[in-house]
């Protein structure tokens, strides 16, 4: 016969079964969108300073352009 080992000697390839492997499955799937809508997350801030970049380029020019006009017409009244 051949020899005999105690039951916890065994060396026994990891049991995967269908709910663990769905369970992996998941978080795989889950890990991906997470990395996904954090590169859409940082697009979108990368827009909203590119946005907020131009909304003050546009106001410091309406701010310029009123006061060329007041200086214009505090120019005309002078002597």
Same mark, same amino acid.
């Given at each position: 016969?051949?020899?005999?080992? +105690? *039951? =916890? $000697?065994?060396? /026994? *390839? +990891? #049991?995967?079964? !269908? +709910?663990g /492997?769905?369970?992996? *499955? @998941?978080? @795989?799937?889950?890990?991906?969108?997470? $990395? =996904?809508? %954090?590169?859409? &997350?940082?697009?979108?801030?990368?827009?909203?300073? %590119?946005?907020?970049?131009?909304?003050?380029?546009?106001?410091? =020019?309406?701010?310029?352009?009123?006061?060329? &006009? !007041? #200086?214009?017409?505090? *120019?005309?009244?002078? +002597?």
């Amino acid at each position: 016969m051949s020899e005999e080992r +105690p *039951a =916890g $000697d065994w060396n /026994l *390839a +990891p #049991f995967e079964c !269908a +709910p663990g /492997l769905r369970l992996q *499955a @998941h978080e @795989h799937l889950m890990r991906v969108q997470i $990395d =996904g809508l %954090r590169q859409r &997350q940082n697009r979108l801030e990368m827009m909203i300073e %590119r946005l907020e970049r131009r909304l003050w380029v546009t106001v410091y =020019g309406v701010v310029g352009v009123i006061l060329a &006009q !007041a #200086f214009q017409s505090v *120019a005309g009244q002078l +002597p």
